[in-house]
T-cell receptor, first 113, second 118 residues
Framework: GQNIDQPTEMTATEGAIVQINCTYQ??????LFWYQQHAGEAPTFLSY????GLEEKGRFSSFLSRSKGYSYLLLKELQMKDSASYLC??????????????FGAGTRLAVHP | DTAVSQTPKYLVTQMGNDKSIKCEQN?????MYWYKQDSKKFLKIMFS???????INETVPNRFSPKSPDKAHLNLHINSLELGDSAVYFC?????????????????FGPGTRLLVL
């Protein structure tokens, strides 16, 4: 089966660092995405990992361990505008060669002054 | 310039009606998707088309029928609407190739269509 777990809610203070974890159990794993979704808006792409290790992109970094079925998104120097839902999505390969994204339920992050 | 656009943005209708949502992308992508996001914010794939060919068809009631007139458009028609169909429907597109490189397959989402069935 396919299963993706991430915390439902997190809170953090402006200027701090927060780590959002994601664990997954999927067949045909072929990469992991993080998306950001502000309330009432569309998800927007943040990061992609297919190999183990850390990918850094400005204030955002994402880590993947395929053997542990684990990823995290690290947000540094938090700003109020980072208050949003963060969706972990696993890319799973399927018969016929096409992939599909399986999304977790998302982690709602609230940043306080 | 809007990359992925959907119409309408809001749709309020009565149970039993038939409605359509339209999606267009100007990114030149080969693959388009329909997702449903329910009240618990779970984003779930419904359909995917690659070059006008249906490649993903999840367990969705057959009241939902996608149509892709060309690779830049993917419409969703819903017959006999039910209360449980109330959700936000997102269209997305990607340049998707079989077992292709991940960086090419980032999905870009439209603004969503908020459907409320009364």
């Amino acid at each position: 089966g396919q299963n993706i777990d991430q915390p439902t809610e997190m809170t953090a203070t402006e200027g701090a660092i927060v780590q959002i974890n994601c664990t997954y159990q999927t067949s045909g794993f072929n990469g992991l995405f993080w998306y950001q979704q502000h309330a009432g808006e569309a998800p927007t792409f943040l990061s992609y990992n297919v190999l183990d290790g850390l990918e850094e992109k400005g204030r955002f970094s994402s880590f993947l361990s395929r053997s542990k079925g684990y990823s995290y998104l690290l947000l540094k120097e938090l700003q109020m505008k980072d208050s949003a839902s963060y969706l972990c999505a696993v890319r799973a390969s399927r018969a016929g060669g096409y992939n599909k994204l399986i999304f977790g339920a998302g982690t709602r992050l609230a940043v306080h002054p | 310039d809007t990359a992925v656009s959907q119409t309408p943005k809001y749709l309020v209708t009565q149970m039993g009606n038939d409605k359509s949502i339209k999606c267009e992308q100007n990114l030149g992508h080969d693959t388009m998707y329909w997702y449903k996001q329910d009240s618990k914010k779970f984003l779930k794939i419904m359909f995917s088309y690659n070059n006008k060919e249906l490649i993903i068809n999840e367990t969705v009631p057959n009241r939902f029928s996608p149509k892709s007139p060309d690779k830049a458009h993917l419409n969703l028609h819903i017959n006999s609407l039910e209360l449980g169909d109330s959700a936000v429907y997102f269209c997305a597109s990607s340049q998707d190739t079989p077992l292709g490189a991940g960086w090419k397959e980032t999905q870009y989402f439209g603004p969503g269509t908020r459907l409320l069935v009364l």
